[in-house]
């Protein structure tokens, strides 16, 4: 079983960046995993944000239409068993609980594709 662990949410202002991380543990290698983050709010289905193929080199993000892409960049160190979400540019409609999740699949985009959870950590943007 892998255990992720979201960290660096917080209360910021509108303009600020924030980088999350997701610590992978309960393996002694690195997963096999596509990465993903989600984001939900209360009363809200839970959304895609962005996810990340094993390697890295493929990468996807959510295409609605306050799309993240341009503002968030995902990434992952296996080394470190550490997936990232680098968010720049914040905005009051990025408020959320943000979580991490693995994946078995080759690519994963929607949560029933994933197969782990963290916890979720909070990212609160004021205006």
């Known amino acids: 079983q892998v255990q992720l662990v979201e960290s660096g949410g917080g209360l910021v202002q509108a303009g600020d960046s924030l980088r999350l991380s997701c610590a992978a543990s309960?393996?002694?290698?690195?997963?096999?995993?596509?990465m993903g983050w989600f984001r939900q709010v209360p009363g809200k289905e839970r959304q895609f944000v962005a996810a990340?193929?094993?390697?890295?080199?493929?990468?996807?993000?959510?295409n609605y239409a306050d799309s993240v892409k341009g503002r968030f960049t995902i990434s992952r160190d296996n080394a470190k068993n550490t997936v990232y979400l680098q968010m720049n540019s914040l905005k009051s409609e990025d408020t959320a609980v943000y979580y991490c999740?693995?994946?078995?699949?080759?690519?994963?985009?929607?949560?029933?594709?994933?197969?782990?959870w963290g916890q979720g950590t909070q990212v609160t943007v004021s205006s």
């Open positions: 999740a693995a994946s078995d699949r080759f690519r994963a985009t929607i949560a029933g594709q994933f197969d782990y």
């Open positions: 309960g393996r002694t290698f690195s997963p096999p995993y596509t």
């Open positions: 990340i193929s094993e390697s890295g080199s493929r990468t996807y993000y959510a």
